[in-house]
């Protein structure tokens, strides 16, 4: 079990309704409560003890909150709207010193995704669901043992299709490290790459399991399609689950076929 999170927060917001009340997306609320307080709260209960935020777009959002939560500490990225999500990682590199859960910030989920990674006796998982027909997805093709091979938005990219890219992960202390030895700062700024193709791209030379939860519930928000997602299929859908017990993980991969 792992005692530090990360929260990758550092994207460009979205607008909502007229476009007048503009914030990060983990600051999107949903059946009135953010994501990122939902992230936050989820994360305390199961035994985390300390939270770095990666912030950069409207990054005052983010420092508010560690008046509320003592857990909570920000690291801006000062670059954020020319860099990606990798970089806002990198940025951490220096205060990052023990294994963490990585998580993006605009996502709602069901609690189960937490406790299934604390529970996981693995050191470096990446979290995978079932199809979502989302509209946004990142694919997943592993090998036979259910290890990273490749990830991408095109599914012409990979040979098969074992999951979708969650946005929630394990990763250890020491695969961090390797992983940013791999890149120099001039790297990241110029490649402008996101965490999961590092990551996919290192994992021949430093594996990471993944683990795929067929029904998970959850979506990211990136745009107004996503917040009608949330709001009308997703957000029932957990206030259902809250109410039945949890389904455990599978690793049959019979339902998941490539189109």
Not at 241 to 250: A, I, L, Q, Y
């Amino acid at each position: 079990m792992v005692k530090l999170a990360v929260i990758l927060a550092a994207g460009s917001g979205v607008r909502i309704n007229d476009g007048s009340d503009e914030k990060p997306k983990g600051f999107l609320e949903i059946d009135n409560e953010t994501l990122i307080e939902r992230s936050i709260d989820f994360l305390l209960k199961h035994k985390i003890e300390k939270i770095i935020i990666g912030t950069g777009y409207l990054s005052h959002f983010y420092e508010r909150l560690k008046e509320k939560y003592p857990n909570v500490m920000t690291q801006k990225n000062d670059f954020y709207d020319k860099t990606s999500s990798f970089y806002t990682l990198h940025n951490m590199k220096d205060i990052i010193n023990e294994d963490f859960l990585l998580l993006e910030s605009d996502l709602i989920y069901e609690e189960r995704a937490i406790t299934h990674l604390q529970r996981s006796k693995k050191k470096d998982i990446i979290l995978a669901s079932g199809r979502t027909n989302s509209q946004d997805e990142v694919f997943i093709e592993t090998d036979t043992n259910m290890m990273l091979v490749n990830m991408s938005k095109k599914k012409d990219d990979l040979k098969k299709i074992d999951g979708e890219l969650v946005g929630i992960s394990k990763i250890s202390f020491q695969t961090f490290q390797n992983v940013c030895a791999l890149y120099t700062e001039d790297d990241i700024i110029t490649r402008k790459t996101d965490y999961e193709i590092v990551f996919a791209k290192s994992s021949q030379i430093y594996p990471i399991t993944i683990e795929r939860i067929d029904d998970l519930v959850w979506t990211e928000i990136d745009n107004q399609h996503h917040l009608h997602r949330a709001i009308n299929l997703i957000l029932p859908k957990l206030k259902n689950k809250e109410c039945v017990p949890s389904t455990p993980c599978s690793s049959d991969l019979e339902h998941f076929l490539r189109d």
